[in-house]
């Protein structure tokens, strides 16, 4: 029993060496779109019956995501909504930190973000045409943990993601 002990020990501490090597040694190069060589992607989008101006008001007010997006826990943005702040959330079970790296006043906002083994790029667009908004959104998944779990992570990503769109639209059209 004293052996079996001594070896299960020795290896959760090669998977723990492991994952920390993994953690440590990862980089990750944020950038204005997604990575389309990355293992997990998605592109999805919804028609919000609300002006663009409305739909980015409630977008851009990150300390408000949990009221309305229930996935989210909490969020704070770190400085005015433009490139270079950072929003720290956490959602799912992850704290999420993400630099925003583009923002185009009802039009576009894009940012990257790294949490647990994995690094995300998302590239979030606003149309608006005859008082209606059409929302797509891109983002792509990378990281070791990705690659691991990517027959989990993809199918998941497109429902995190169909939620976040419903959910806005919902918010939006109050």
Known sequence: MKKFIKYFAVIIFLILITITSL???????????????APVKTKRGIIIHA?????????T????????????????LSAPFKPG????WKTNGFSIHSQL???????????????FGSFA??????????????????????GWLVNLMKGYVQP????????????LKQESEK
């Open 85 to 88: 702040s950072v929003i720290e």
């Open 51 to 59: 002006p663009a101006e409305k739909v980015w008001t409630v977008f």
């Open 101 to 115: 790296q583009t923002v185009e006043l009802n039009k576009e906002i894009g940012w990257a973000g790294e949490a």
């Open 156 to 167: 998941n990503l497109h429902k995190a993601t169909e939620y976040w769109l419903h959910t």
């Open 121 to 142: 790029i998302h590239v979030w667009k606003f149309e608006e045409k005859d008082g209606y908004t059409t929302v797509t959104v891109k983002e792509s998944m990378e």
């Open 61 to 76: 007010s990150v300390d408000k995501w949990p009221q309305w997006q229930k996935e989210i826990i909490s969020a704070s």
């Open 23 to 37: 953690e440590l040694f990862s980089h990750y190069v944020p950038a204005k779109t997604i990575n389309n060589n």
